[in-house]
């Protein structure tokens, strides 16, 4: 699976991104917390270099919450402060203020010696639909900023004066040009970072079926109240799920496209539970 996808504003996206950073104290990347490793662009360490970062995961409601600490274990080794967090209902943000202007301290103490109040200013950078509007939002309180559950809205940087000590810069998200990885594919299609349309979702359905199958049997099973027999493949659950669900043609052929559908959407508003498809561990 070789995928293409890097619109216009993608391109144009990373180059203010570059230009913007030198207006900004400090960064703040939103992760996915069921997928850290293949929700983050590989572009933006390069991009924001050295300046200070915060990490949330974003979305651990429905991530399994032992590996979400794992997470958290391993970007403190990196000296990398990370929050599990819910940026939609502001779970996990009360202390974001407060971790900004720590890792901020000496440059803010350095402003008060020389007379200088003025607000810190900090980038909000991450994949399309990864959270970071909600984030601001959820900061300032208002809907501000467009939000949809779908990549690829935001498409202009947005300052936010969150206080009067802290303002927000909202960026587009930005995907790398080729996903070569077919593994960080799946799992940007699985959790709605990559649009439906320009993938084969009944693919998608069978990979995800698949992946269930290996690691949450159960959770399958309870989801469609179907039982799993040893000899059942990706392809006879398939059938069984469609056929459970009435997603079938007149002549009772299996609906696929609408069962793959079915099972993405499940999956995407965590109806099998909390499941984290990635662990430090894969690093």
Known sequence: ??????PGHMAKTKRLIAEDLKLVDAVVEVLDARIPISSKNPDIDALCQNKPKIVLLNKAD???????????????KQNIPALKVNCSSGEGLKRISSDLKELLKEKLNRNREKGIFKPIRIMVVGIPNSGKSSFI????????????DRPGVTVHKQWVKISNEIELMDTPGILWPKLGDEKVALHLAFTGAIKSQILDVEELGVHLIDYLLSHHKEKLEERYKIEIEEFDDKLTLYDKIAIKRGYIFKKNDPDYERCANAVLDDFKNARFGKISLESPEEL
Request: aromatic share 16%; proline share 0%.
């Open 1 to 6: 699976m070789n995928i293409n996808w890097y």
């Open 62 to 76: 429905m991530a399994d919450d032992s590996v979400t600490e794992q997470w958290i274990s391993y970007y403190k």
């Open 137 to 148: 939002n959820r900061m300032a309180n208002k809907q501000r900023l467009k939000t949809e």
